[in-house]
């Protein structure tokens, strides 16, 4: 194989994370013709409704994998978040580069901090998780939808009397944006959605060529986390509807999986933890549904 076309929508920080990709894979195969192919995908040009009203994270990857199963493209390159766990047979998960920050971060032009936010203040964001845990830790607060690129949220936030905004920390480091980070939201205590902060390689899943070639920028530590965080909201049957998240992280050689799950207003919240050994990561994360389910999670969601 001497050339690879990558799959990428039109988004700033899309086309920056495919470049890094492209990057990476020139560093060990320098001989490679690689071009990118932008696509534009429904979630791109549907920007006035909330995620649920049009469709779930398959608004964001339905038209990349139709560009693989057409050949127009060999492999797709998604923020791992917005891959829905669950996929169809002719797809496949390759696995992701090394981690970025997985944390939410506080956004604001007022505060230093989000518990400085007075109750009744006025906080935007796009996902039903972040509304929940923000709603759990003041029930008053006012809570905007929030949708389009990083540019858009920030400026809005810039025009508007909010007192801040919550997104990801790994779209605004790999931005550069990091300056306008008020406060990281401690991920034991907000935790992240699954696959938050890490890449998201996909391709069909005949593709060995392809495959092969990707494996080489692969880190399986981040591999492993991803995927028993995965794992864990495909048995939990979470998406974009519910408020639920999931962190996998390895510290001093040991995986701990933080499940997160809530009622929509935030007023009933459950957060569990399992630790072990990497290698058993799967188990850790089936074990970590048992533990969540026998405690209600499923329930706290309808």
């Not at 809570?143 to 779209?171: F, P």
């Not at 790999?174 to 401690?186: C, M």
């Not at 929509?264 to 072990?276: A, E, F, N």
């Amino acid at each position: 194989m001497n050339k690879l076309t990558i799959g990428s929508r039109g988004s700033k920080l899309a086309l920056l994370q495919s470049k890094q990709v492209r990057d990476m894979l020139l560093k060990v195969h320098p001989h490679l013709d690689i071009h990118i192919n932008v696509i534009q995908t429904q979630g791109d040009k549907n920007l006035d409704k909330p995620l649920y009203e049009i469709g779930g994270k398959s608004i964001f990857t339905a038209e990349l994998e139709d560009a693989l199963l057409n050949h127009h493209i060999d492999l797709a390159v998604h923020s791992l978040k917005d891959l829905p766990s669950t996929m169809e047979d002719s797809f496949l998960y390759i696995g992701s580069p090394k981690r970025e920050d997985a944390r939410d971060v506080f956004v604001s032009n007022k505060w230093e901090t989000l518990a400085e936010v007075p109750s009744g203040g006025t906080i935007a964001t796009g996902s039903v998780r972040r509304k929940a845990q923000l709603l759990h830790q003041n029930p008053d607060l006012h809570i905007l939808g929030l949708r389009g690129n990083i540019d858009t949220r920030l400026r809005k936030l810039d025009e508007s009397k909010w007192d801040g905004i919550i997104t990801a920390a790994a779209a605004l480091h790999r931005l550069g944006l990091q300056n306008r980070i008020a406060q990281y939201l401690d991920p034991e205590h907000f935790v992240p959605a699954g696959g938050q902060g890490a890449l998201g390689l996909e391709t069909v899943v005949d593709r060995e060529d392809v495959k092969q070639i990707v494996s080489s920028m692969i880190d399986k530590n981040t591999t492993k986390c991803c995927q028993a965080e995965r794992l864990y909201l495909t048995q939990m049957e979470g998406d974009c509807f519910a408020p639920i998240g999931c962190w996998a992280r390895m510290e001093n050689a040991v995986l701990h999986i933080t499940g997160y799950s809530s009622s929509l207003d935030g007023s009933r919240y459950l957060i569990k933890t399992v630790q072990g050994n990497i290698v058993e990561a799967d188990k850790l994360a089936l074990k970590l549904t048992d533990t969540m389910i026998q405690h209600g999670a499923k329930e706290l969601m309808n």
